[in-house]
């Protein structure tokens, strides 16, 4: 979610998560220079019966969208042991470019 500046409504002075509500702003070198690094999960929804004309969006920080993320890996596991059919997820699962994340 955008938080906005009381005095000019058009100006965002923060992003936070929608399910902590962190700061997503990331303060970067020391001249007050912000960038929002956040997560996304948004859906629109046409003509299923019990989502007609629906829209969601969630801003989400890094700890919130891996929880997320980890949930849905979760959920693909267990389809895949009672469907020989889908793969089952590897760590990378949703990546779509960038570096493998550290272990731990
Ligand atoms: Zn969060």
């Keep these: 979610m955008n938080i ?3 005095k000019n409504n058009e100006i965002v002075i923060d992003r936070r998560c929608d399910v902590c509500g962190e700061s997503v702003m990331l303060e970067v070198n020391d001249n007050d220079m912000k960038l929002d690094e956040c997560g996304e999960l948004s859906a629109k929804w046409g003509y299923a019966p019990s989502e007609d004309g629906s829209a969601y969006h969630l801003d989400l920080c890094h700890d919130c969208f891996k929880f997320a993320l980890s949930t849905l890996r979760d959920k693909r596991r267990s389809l ?3 469907n020989k059919e889908i793969d089952l997820p590897g760590e990378d699962f949703g990546r779509i470019g960038g570096h493998a994340p550290k272990s731990k």
């Design 80 to 82: 895949a042991i009672v």
């Design 4 to 6: 906005y500046d009381e």
